[in-house]
């Protein structure tokens, strides 16, 4: 089952401009990850944000963290061509014996525009 | 460091034909291991994940099976293919009790 939920669906800027994507989620987390994927392409580790943080930074990522609303959102500042891919959510769920299984989003597809 | 290898990078295969899909991690012991699929412009769906050699928990009844014969191998498998197993399928592996997980460069499956 999906944990997570991506907003909005597809998303197209400016180079330079700013984007914001957005995550929901249903149960309690011990943190949320956001994921990168090239067209065609395995999936890469961006940011991993703790249950008690509120703002993590890397570079011009910048995420939060809403437990209360459980929703997460992912800012990409002065956006590049090279940022064009899609980018997923994603939370732990504890499956027993110390291990979890990673659940994704449907993710949100950017499309920056040179 | 760690690596992870997945082949082939494209398959077609007609339908009621075997599949056998493969996966090496390499640089860490007793990782978890899981396969995804991916249907064009959608999420990710765990189908297989595993905590140990011959420890295998699926998520979804389907036509594949999984089986990790090493610590470090994950094969997905069919015996016959349906038009409906097309799709990108992913390895990934995690820390045991990590969170940060490792991706392959997936398979991508056409059933003709």
């Known amino acids: 089952s999906q944990q997570g939920e991506e907003d909005p669906q597809a998303l197209s800027i400016q180079e330079g401009e700013n984007a914001t994507m957005n995550c929901s989620y249903k149960?309690?987390?011990?943190?949320l990850q956001w994921y990168r994927q090239n067209s065609g392409r395995g999936l890469v580790h961006l940011i991993l944000?703790?249950?008690?943080?509120r703002e993590k930074h890397s570079g011009r990522l910048r995420v939060t963290l809403d437990t209360s609303k459980k929703s997460s959102s992912l800012l990409i500042t002065a956006s590049r061509a090279a940022d064009t891919a899609s980018y997923f959510c994603?939370?732990?769920?504890?499956?027993?014996?110390?291990?979890?299984?990673?659940?994704f989003g449907k993710g949100t597809k950017l499309s920056v525009i040179p | 460091s760690q690596t992870i290898h997945q082949w082939p990078a494209t398959l077609v295969q007609p339908v009621g034909s075997p599949l056998s899909l493969e996966c090496t991690v390499e640089?860490?012991?007793?990782?978890?291991l899981y396969w995804y699929r991916q249907a064009a412009g959608r999420g990710l769906q765990l189908l297989f994940y595993?905590?140990?050699?011959?420890?295998i928990s699926s998520e979804v009844p389907q036509n594949l099976s999984a089986s990790r014969p090493q610590d470090r191998q994950f094969i997905l498998s069919s015996k016959k293919l349906l038009l409906s197993d097309s799709g990108f399928y992913l390895c990934?592996?995690?820390?045991?009790?990590?969170?940060?997980?490792?991706f392959g460069q997936g398979t991508r499956l056409t059933v003709v």
């Open positions: 990934a592996w995690s820390v045991q009790g990590g969170r940060r997980a490792f």
């Open positions: 149960t309690s987390i011990n943190n």
């Open positions: 944000i703790r249950s008690n943080e």
């Open positions: 994603a939370t732990p769920i504890y499956s027993g014996a110390g291990s979890y299984q990673l659940t």
């Open positions: 640089g860490t012991s007793n990782p978890n």
């Open positions: 595993s905590v140990g050699i011959g420890q």
